[in-house]
C-alpha cells in the first residue's frame, strides 16, 4: 500500500540516469507514484546537459553506461554543484566495493531484490529530512558536500 506523499514532494524534483530502458522505466514509475517528479536521461553526456539546463534536488545514476560511467557522470556533477545529494545504483556495488566514501555519492545501492525498498527511502530521507528544504525551483547557494554534512 502506497503511503500519501507529503504536500511538497512533489515540488522536489529528480534526475534519473541509467542506459538501460527497462530499469529507467521502473524506477520512474516507482518515484513518480511517490510523487516525485522525475526527467530522465539514457546516458551521462544527456544528463549532464539536462543538468547544467535544470535544476534538480537529487540524482540517481547507474553505474554501469556507455561512454560515461556513473562516477564519472558524479564527478562531472560534483564539479558543477558539490551539494547537490546524489544515488548510485549498480549490480557491481558490493564486487567492486563501492561505497559513499570512494565514489562520491550520498548513497550508494545494490540493484538486488531490496533496491526498491532502499531506493525509496533513501530518496526520502535525502530530500524529506529536512522540513526547511527548498525544491529546486527555488534559489539556493551551493555549499560544499562537508558542510552539507557537518549541518546535519
Request: hydrophobic share 40%; net charge positive.
Amino acid at each position: 500500500m502506497r503511503g500519501t506523499p507529503s504536500e511538497n514532494v512533489a515540488n522536489f524534483s529528480i534526475l534519473l540516469v541509467d542506459d538501460n530502458r527497462l530499469g529507467l522505466i521502473a524506477r520512474k514509475a516507482v518515484l513518480e507514484d511517490q510523487g516525485y517528479r522525475i526527467t530522465t536521461a539514457a546516458e551521462g553526456q544527456e544528463a549532464l546537459e539536462r543538468f547544467g539546463r535544470d535544476k534538480f534536488d537529487l540524482i540517481i545514476t547507474d553505474y554501469k553506461m556507455p561512454k560515461m560511467n556513473g562516477l564519472e557522470l558524479i564527478g562531472k556533477i560534483r564539479e558543477q554543484a558539490n551539494a547537490v545529494p546524489i544515488i548510485l545504483i549498480s549490480g557491481y556495488a558490493e564486487a567492486l566495493g563501492m561505497t559513499e566514501a570512494n565514489t562520491g555519492a550520498d548513497v550508494v545501492i545494490a540493484k538486488s531484490a531490496n533496491e526498491v525498498p532502499h531506493l525509496v527511502r533513501s530518496v526520502y530521507r535525502l530530500l524529506g529530512r529536512s522540513a526547511t528544504r527548498k525544491p529546486a525551483g527555488s534559489h539556493r547557494p551551493h555549499t560544499t558536500r562537508a558542510k552539507r554534512q557537518g549541518a546535519c
